[in-house]
């Protein structure tokens, strides 16, 4: 084994392999790039260094190393161990393909790992062996070098374009990025995709060119093939957010001021329909789980996604569902219209749709809202104003009659060019099931205006809470305390500001003390 070793050691500078990704070694610039940002995080305990800089590129360079494995120990991992791990571990097929077990699988190669390497290198200490069979187990059962890209918490986006290019990513400060990483073929950007593939049960291949499944993870990945992609084979991960945004978080970010926010709430509090609208990437189902965070905990939720995005606060009564897409015969498919008219069957208070797309799917919505159900869903639209005409025309195509059951609209949007995302406008619906949009956000400001009062919006929340005017306005001027004292208190855990919502729908006087006193809120577990 030792002089295994030593050869494979030998060969580092004459032979590189070609099934690992590489990490890529920028070239000298002509002058000194500044360095935007440095951060470290850990990757299943593996410790990963990030350096950004502004290169002589048009985008940042975002330069990942991990400190404490050498090339040759990489080397010898990668050639010699990895055979051995993967001989060593006995599983059947079905706890492979089946994502439920999957947790314990890698804890079986993470064992499997460790004795290897206690055998191989008995001098090592026990952090060394800790986190080279963490690397160990991601070069086996994972995207290798890119499992650290999928741990970092700044990034929203992972994507390969091919083999020639660096692998590229989004990230939440400063957009697209390009990395150090480049995978060294396109038989390796196959194999990545075919095993993601294999876990959720579906096929890539020349016959099946597009792949959308999801990792275990929840992270959302869509791949394709050449000749499909011109350029060569492709993988696109949009990252599950690890710590969803909530109402405060998106306050404290500028996205939503506390009165938008503040009648937002309102609107949730008595149980009015809203759909959030905005076009891609602009955070609309961001901004949905952040709503549902308003919901009382004392009622039924019912969510329906095509991947499991939103996440609620733990102690709500809620029944996640998600579609199926048909296995390779073409059967056991289920899709959201399938799961919206089983949902209305489980007595919902609250109905959540990651995003209306279909004629049908729009159809069941209005038809629930009108039933009494409260139903908030997304759709791609670039204003309040289009978010109506899109719903109203084909191929959505829904009555405009019907639209009186909606009673707001909220528009988020994406800013490309400065990089920030706004709620552009919050519209209510008139009787007409026209939008009126009551605050809209103005560019050069950055600043988010009322541009009209509220007429029919006021009229139903006065008829579901029997407020008049003024008392709409002084409970706003409460909720936007509340929100702005969460805001200052950094509450914005997706649990936290859970319980402080529903700690006020039953004792406001309780909350509203701790606010007026400046006090911190006693989170109890629930």
């Known amino acids: 084994m030792a002089k295994d070793i030593k050869d494979i050691v030998k060969k580092i500078a004459g032979e590189k ?45 975002y330069e990942i190393t991990i400190p404490g494995i050498a090339e040759g120990t990489k080397l010898i991992l990668e050639t010699k161990l990895k055979a051995e791990l993967v001989t060593e571990v006995k599983l059947d097929i079905s706890e492979i393909l089946d994502p439920k077990k999957f947790d314990e ?59 020639r290019e660096t692998v590229w990513v989004y990230h939440k400060t400063f957009g697209w990025c ?18 993601i593939a294999r876990k959720v049960g579906r096929q890539i291949n020349v016959l099946n060119p597009t792949l959308d499944a999801h990792l275990p993870t929840g992270d959302r990945v869509n791949a394709t093939l050449f000749p499909i992609s011109s350029f060569g084979n492709t993988i696109t991960i949009r990252k599950f957010s690890r710590n969803p945004w909530t109402i405060t978080s998106f306050i404290k ?27 891609t990437g602009s955070g609309k189902t961001s901004f949905l789980n952040a709503m549902a965070g308003l919901i009382p905990a004392n009622q039924r939720i019912i969510t329906i996604e095509d991947t499991r995005e939103l996440t609620l606060p733990s102690f709500l ?18 899709t959201m219209l399938d799961l919206m008219v089983n949902a209305l069957r489980q007595r919902p208070d609250r109905i959540l749709v990651g995003e209306i797309r279909r004629q049908r799917e729009a159809e069941v919505m209005f038809e629930a809202m009108h039933t009494g159900h409260s139903v908030y869903a997304t759709v791609h639209a670039d204003n309040a104003e289009q978010t109506v005409s899109r719903l109203t025309n084909p191929p959505i195509n829904v009555p405009r009659e019907v639209m009186d ?44 205006k009322a ?6 919006l006021a ?23 509340v929100l702005d004292w969460m805001v200052k208190r950094n509450y914005d855990s997706v649990d936290q500001v859970g319980q402080i919502v529903s700690n006020y729908y039953m004792n406001t006087e309780e909350v509203l003390d701790a606010v007026k006193k400046g006090k911190s809120w006693d989170f109890k577990m629930q």
């Open 17 to 61: 392999d070609d099934n690992e990704v590489t990490l890529v070694e920028p070239e000298a610039p002509k002058q000194k790039s500044p360095l935007l940002a440095s951060y470290s995080f850990s990757s299943e305990g593996l410790p990963v260094e990030v350096k950004i800089y502004r290169k002589w590129e048009f985008v940042p360079k």
């Open 178 to 195: 390009r990395t150090n990483l480049r995978l060294k073929n396109e038989e390796l950007v196959y194999d990545y995709a075919s095993m």
């Open 317 to 334: 009564h809620w029944v996640p569902m998600t579609v199926r897409e048909a296995n390779p015969e073409g059967k056991g498919e289920v």
């Open 451 to 456: 541009v009209d009062r509220m007429t029919n």
């Open 405 to 448: 059951a909606l009673s707001g609209i909220v528009v988020t949007f994406r800013h490309r060019r400065f990089n920030i995302r706004r709620v552009l406008e919050f519209a209510e619906m008139t009787k007409k099931g026209e939008a009126r949009t009551v605050y809209r956000w103005d560019l050069k400001s950055d600043r988010t």
């Open 105 to 163: 699988v890698k804890a079986k190669f993470l064992e499997a790992a460790k004795r290897i390497l206690e055998r191989n290198f008995p001098s090592l200490p026990e952090d060394k062996k800790s986190i080279l069979a963490v690397y160990l187990l991601q070069k086996t059962l994972g995207l290798g070098e890119m499992e650290a890209l999928l741990s970092d918490e700044q990034l929203e986006e992972v994507v390969v374009n091919n083999s």
């Open 459 to 481: 009229d139903t929340l006065s008829l579901y809470s029997g407020m008049g005017e003024k008392e709409i306005e002084e409970d706003m001027e409460e909720k936007i305390e």
């Open 253 to 279: 970010s500028k996205t939503v001021t506390s009165d938008v926010a503040a009648l937002i709430w309102l609107c949730m509090q008595n149980e009015l329909s809203l759909l959030v609208a905005g076009g």
